[in-house]
């Protein structure tokens, strides 16, 4: 940014360049206002970026965030974006063992192959005709509540008259989803998939009161009107390079290196205080949008800071020589592998690990799920890598709280991630280390961040992935009109803590661009 420029006063100034500010910046630059995005790393993209994680290896993988699902296309369009998803040919693949032979469940490849998968593991059509009627309703709801996302938030009524179905609201917005699990479905591995959903990134029970596990749920449940989790197409990265470029090209200035360390406002005009390198300037603004956590907000504006939030998530990503083969003879790996591979989450299952994790104690039988993108997206892998058959994993461990990791996160890091492939080999005919792929230093290609690792990494207060508990998706008392205003009027929280954040949506920098535009216009 050059020298004099903390002379001028901006239309808006974003702090963070993550996606959702950079959408923010986007729609606003295309609206004719002038944009300044001050990003302390010297990239743009926060958690939705491609990286080469392993020394001399030509591997793109989608460090942290890594699937698609809550991006509307409307944002696509709009902003005219160079960006494809791909959808995985399996949902998903669940082994286990039953009467001692390994088998599993097989969700995908077609109607009929669902059904048998079905019938193979519990020996009869009943669950698979409650799993149709379950998500027939799910995708009911999502039809009808994703395109509220972009507009102004519904009240609480006026989502519930949309959704036009008692059932469906009782069982996702009044009762806990554990209910439901439990009248719907009696096998206990089938309730665990269908659980899965509802603990992602959240610690909850699937009977906790506070039903942070059925806003958790929705929100995988509704994406795209389908409920359907894609592949990025050249990684996560490519969203944001395309974002970034979008941006750029209607005028907005982006400045990476620049810290914001405070906001002062009236209300009516703001003026932002960075820090780079080489010391500390201001910039005026008419708007602010804080592309960041409600914690940073707060010390950047001086206000009282929200409750601390917390995350319980490992997330590891792996490169593989080859896909490892599976003791379940019946399913191919490239099969298995191609959706959602859950390991150890079975309904009983998730329920001891996160007794365990409530009581301070490292889940016994850590719950996780991986996905493999380079099966349905081998352009992040180089040529040489695709011709000889490598492949990445990336997995996502549930019910490890950050507080777990407190007295010494390099130890517990290493206990849990062995502790988590111990459960994954238990389903291989072969240990998953064979197939590691080695860097250029000899190194195996692996990878683990803990929530405190992310915390430090990406700011993500506690390592919480939504910023805070997710919100329901209508309007509460203080949500404001579109659900990302805060105590300041010129002040607006665009970052994944804003109502109806959470994931790579692009949602509340939308709707913060659209409020700016609403109260400018």
């Known amino acids: 940014m050059?020298?004099?420029?903390?002379?001028?006063?901006?239309?808006?100034?974003?702090?963070?360049?993550?996606?959702?500010?950079?959408?923010?910046?986007?729609?606003?630059?295309?609206?004719?206002?002038?944009v300044l995005v001050l990003e302390r790393l010297d990239h743009t993209g926060g958690a939705a970026i491609s990286t080469r994680p392993f020394a001399g290896v030509d591997a793109r993988l989608s460090r942290y965030s890594y699937l698609v699902s809550l991006l509307p296309q409307k944002i696509v369009r709009d902003l005219g974006l160079d960006f494809r998803v791909r959808s995985r040919t399996i949902s998903s693949y669940t082994p286990a063992e039953r009467d001692g032979r390994p088998t599993g469940l097989l969700v995908g490849g077609g109607e009929e192959r669902t059904r048998e998968a079905f019938a193979r593991l519990t020996g009869g059509e009943r669950e698979y005709q409650a799993w149709q009627r379950f998500y027939g309703m799910t995708t009911r709801v999502a039809e009808r509540v994703?395109?509220?996302?972009?507009?102004?938030?519904?009240s609480r009524d006026g989502l519930r008259r949309r959704i036009d179905e008692e059932t469906a609201w009782r069982t996702l917005f009044e009762e806990p989803i554990?209910?439901?699990?439990e009248e719907n479905f009696t096998d206990d591995l089938v309730r665990g998939v269908v659980l899965t959903d509802a603990l992602?990134?959240?610690?909850?029970?699937?009977?906790?009161?506070?039903?942070a596990q059925n806003r958790c749920f929705l929100y995988h449940v509704i994406g795209g009107g389908t409920g359907a989790w894609d592949v990025p197409v050249g990684g996560m990265g490519a969203l944001t390079d395309a974002l970034a470029a979008a941006a750029r090209s209607a005028g907005a200035v982006l400045a990476t290196g620049h810290e914001?360390?405070?906001?002062?406002?009236?209300?009516?005009?703001?003026?932002?205080?960075?820090?780079?390198?080489?010391?500390?300037?201001?910039?005026?603004?008419?708007?602010?949008?804080?592309?960041?956590?409600?914690?940073e907000l707060a010390g950047l504006t001086g206000d009282p800071t929200p409750e601390p939030?917390?995350?319980?998530?490992?997330?590891?990503?792996?490169?593989?020589?080859?896909?490892?083969?599976?003791?379940?003879?019946?399913?191919?790996?490239?099969?298995a592998f191609a959706g959602t591979f859950h390991i150890a989450e079975g309904y009983r299952q998730l329920a001891t690990a996160h007794a365990q994790a409530a009581a301070g104690e490292l889940p016994a039988v850590p719950p996780s799920e991986i996905y493999c993108h380079s099966l349905t997206d081998p352009t992040i892998l180089g040529p040489d890598l695709a011709e000889r058959g490598y492949q990445t994993l990336t997995l996502f461990g549930l019910h490890t709280p950050a507080r777990l990791f407190d007295r010494d996160n390099d130890a517990v890091r290493e206990e849990l991630l062995q502790s988590t492939l111990a459960q994954l080999d238990a389903h291989l005919a072969e240990p998953?280390?064979?197939?590691?792929?080695?860097?250029?230093?000899?190194?195996?290609?692996?990878?683990?961040?803990?929530?405190?690792?992310?915390?430090?990494?990406?700011?993500?207060p506690g390592g919480?992935?939504?910023?805070?508990?997710?919100?329901?998706?209508?309007?509460?008392?203080?949500t404001g009109r579109w659900g990302v205003e805060t105590s300041h009027a010129n002040v607006l929280l665009c970052g994944a803590g804003a109502v109806r954040g959470g994931g790579v949506s692009g949602v509340p920098g939308h709707n913060a661009a659209m409020a700016v535009l609403e109260a400018t216009a």
């Open 2 to 34: 050059p020298a004099n420029e903390h002379t001028r006063t901006y239309d808006a100034v974003i702090v963070g360049g993550g996606h959702n500010g950079l959408v923010a910046a986007a729609y606003l630059a295309r609206a004719g206002r002038s």
């Open 146 to 154: 994703f395109p509220t996302l972009t507009e102004p938030l519904p």
């Open 178 to 181: 554990g209910v439901a699990v």
């Open 200 to 211: 992602i990134g959240t610690f909850a029970d699937a009977h906790d009161p506070s039903l």
């Open 260 to 295: 914001a360390v405070r906001i002062a406002t009236d209300g009516h005009t703001a003026e932002v205080t960075y820090r780079t390198a080489d010391g500390e300037g201001v910039v005026a603004a008419r708007h602010v949008l804080v592309n960041a956590s409600p914690q």
């Open 309 to 335: 939030a917390e995350g319980a998530q490992l997330k590891v990503n792996m490169l593989l020589t080859r896909l490892p083969r599976l003791r379940d003879p019946a399913v191919d790996p490239r099969e």
């Open 432 to 460: 998953l280390t064979d197939c590691l792929a080695t860097d250029a230093d000899g190194r195996p290609c692996i990878e683990a961040k803990t929530p405190l690792d992310l915390e430090r990494d990406l700011r993500l």
């Open 464 to 478: 919480n992935i939504f910023h805070r508990a997710l919100s329901w998706p209508y309007a509460q008392e203080g």
